[in-house]
């Protein structure tokens, strides 16, 4: 067994001087010696031994000491200041505590918006620095700030690929997840974790190419309150609907929105029992946007179902004018791995304006729509609605 590194520093210690005044002779000897005994190669162990201890003179009046393996590690000043963390920490927050591939991308647009409705007040250095910041430099930089937080992002459905193997039940266009107005739909329970009685249903409609998404609260899983949901939504979307696809639950699969679908000509298809990945789409905005916006708690009174919604429409502004999504676009496998490749992130509003498929009509309506938007703004309103949903909830749960 060889020796342990504090043996080796200790034999190098005590050879060193002898080394240095040894002859030539002596030297190759001692440095068959050496070698045998810590495992070196002869360059290094030579190289170890003329120098450790040696004494070099530098600056007038001080002597420096060389010492075997130690670190000497180099100090320089951060390029990415506290002032910089700081704005970066507000635009973090703003932007509701996303990682850095989706927040770097959109740091071009955002900085000048909030700099513009006066979220920001800093110097063109500062600017230009948070410009230019990488996803690997932002997570890094808020990295401890992440921690205090304990900021969430997981999801317990996991998206996975989008399977059109289920059964149509009536195709008026071939359906295609790349053009504008193919869309997943569902109800999120808030039922929390009592399934019993009546209890609020938030309906969920996300654009499959853009990423698009509508939520409205109904008072329950009554297929006429979906179907009535589903129109207002249907209404405020900017683009027209051309597909439906849903889960096998009775609130979709019925005759009032399968002939709902017949009379528009469009496209109906539902998945396969028990596959939720055929919904991936809108199971993963599920959590994003539902979930993280209202919770688990259980909602069933008429006053939560109205700020339920009061607060859904101003959540549709913020995630889709300023929340960036990616998109996985393809896989590869290595080995036993599967590798995903996601494109650049991008918020459903500029997906809408890359969109081929669009009007330029409806593009001006959005850009209108955008300038007039500041995101701060919306995430404060947004929190203190968020809040007076809360102070409903504990009223009710103290009078029940």
Not at 176 to 194: R, Y
Request: glycine fraction near 6%; charged fraction near 35%.
């Amino acid at each position: 067994m060889g020796l342990t590194m504090k043996e080796k520093k200790a034999v190098t210690k005590e050879q060193a001087k002898r080394y240095r005044r040894a002859s030539r002779k002596e030297k190759g000897v001692m440095l068959n010696e050496f070698t045998a005994l810590t495992g070196y190669n002869r360059t290094y162990a030579s190289y170890v031994l003329s120098r450790h201890g040696r004494e070099v003179k530098g600056v007038p009046g001080k002597v420096f000491v060389g010492e075997f393996r130690k670190k000497h590690t180099r100090k320089r000043e951060s390029y990415y200041g506290m002032d910089v963390k700081k704005e970066l920490i507000k635009i973090w927050e703003i932007m509701d505590y996303i990682c850095g591939k989706r927040l770097a991308p959109v740091m071009s647009e955002l900085v000048p918006k909030l700099i513009e409705h006066g979220e920001l007040d800093i110097s063109d250095e500062i600017k230009e620095k948070l410009l230019q910041i990488s996803a690997p430099t932002i997570d890094r930089i808020l990295k401890e700030e992440r921690k205090k937080y304990q900021v969430k992002g997981r999801s317990g459905t996991k998206p996975g690929t989008l399977l059109k193997k289920q059964i149509p039940i009536r195709t008026y266009a071939q359906w295609n997840e790349n053009k504008v107005g193919f869309v997943e739909i569902d109800l999120v329970g808030h039922e929390g974790g009592n399934p019993r009685g009546e209890f609020v249903q938030s309906l969920d409609v996300t654009d499959i190419a853009t990423c698009w998404t509508e939520v409205q609260a109904v008072r329950n899983k009554a297929q006429s309150r979906v179907f009535e949901a589903l129109k207002i939504i249907e209404d405020r979307m900017p683009f027209e609907l051309l597909g439906i696809d849903s889960d096998n639950g009775s609130e979709f699969i019925n005759y009032q929105l399968i002939k709902y679908c017949e009379n528009n000509s469009i496209t109906f298809t539902r998945s396969r029992t028990g596959k939720k990945n055929d919904n991936c789409y809108i199971e993963q905005k599920n959590y994003s946007v539902v979930r993280r916006a209202v919770g688990y708690a259980r909602y069933d009174t008429d006053k939560e179902l109205r700020i339920l919604n009061e607060l859904y429409e101003l959540l549709r502004l913020y995630i889709n004018y300023f929340q960036p999504v990616m998109k996985c676009v393809g896989k590869t496998r290595e080995g036993g791995k599967v590798k995903r490749i996601y494109d650049k992130a991008r918020t459903p509003y500029r997906r809408m304006l890359e969109s081929e498929h669009l009007q330029e009509s409806t593009k001006e309506e959005l850009k209108r729509v955008y300038e007039s938007l500041n995101p701060a703004e919306l995430k404060r309103q947004i929190t203190k609605i968020q809040n007076k949903l809360v102070r409903a909830k504990t009223r009710t749960s103290k009078t029940g």
